[in-house]
């Protein structure tokens, strides 16, 4: 597993291995004090995910929120769940569907089944929206606020892992791109340069 973290780009120093048993419960919330695991002094499951860094979170920015799910409202509002990515949903906002460019408010906001005054980047939310129609809508697409669109692309450069392809990758390739709930068809129209797995340098190019 080591060896397999390490070429896929993981550093050591950012891995840490926490032995348990799913059977007995050892290790899973309190560390273990067995002498079947004497050898291991580390941190329990629970103890080590506790101590993950807490992800930074842009709420200065601009609202972007990446749609999960649409789904009918009551009357003739449409409610859509998804992630807020940056920035502060409140209600009484103008929001625009990208790439399609309808425009809504909010209306009202829940997140985790209670109705929010407020929601930050890096909440779950379920956003009514008025003035939107439901099919406006799609999984993938992103709210944005009026003022501050997301630039919209034919092309992107993109760096990819590849494990184990069955097939070379090569110019006018067929593919499909994932990225948050969005999946769309591509086509690779160039291949820049081949990386290092374990550095991330240029190790060879075109």
Not at 28 to 52: C, H, M, Q, R
Not at 173 to 185: A, G, I, T
Request: hydrophobic fraction near 35%; charged fraction near 20%; charge should be positive.
């Amino acid at each position: 597993l080591k060896a397999f973290l390490k070429v896929t780009g993981f550093k050591d120093k950012n891995v840490t291995y926490i032995p348990c048993s799913g059977y007995t419960g050892e290790n899973l919330v309190t560390a273990v004090k067995t002498e079947s695991a004497s050898w291991y002094n580390g941190p329990s499951v629970l103890e080590g995910i506790d101590g993950f860094k807490s992800p930074s979170r842009n709420v200065e920015g601009p609202l972007h929120v990446s749609v999960s799910d649409v789904y009918k409202g009551q009357g003739s509002s449409t409610v859509i769940a998804g992630n807020i990515l940056s920035g502060i949903a409140l209600p009484g906002l103008e929001v625009v569907v990208q790439p399609g460019g309808e425009v809504g408010s909010v209306k009202s906001i829940e997140s985790q089944g209670k109705r929010r005054d407020w929601s930050t980047a890096g909440d779950s939310i379920a956003m009514t929206i008025t003035g939107l129609d439901q099919a406006s809508v799609n999984v993938g697409d992103i709210l944005s606020d009026p003022e501050f669109l997301l630039p919209t692309v034919l092309k992107l450069r993109c760096q990819v892992i590849v494990f184990n392809p069955e097939v070379p990758l090569i110019k006018g390739q067929k593919v499909m791109v994932h990225y948050l709930q969005c999946q769309r068809p591509a086509c690779i129209h160039r291949l820049v340069s081949q990386l290092s797995k374990s550095t991330g340098e240029v190790v060879r190019k075109k």
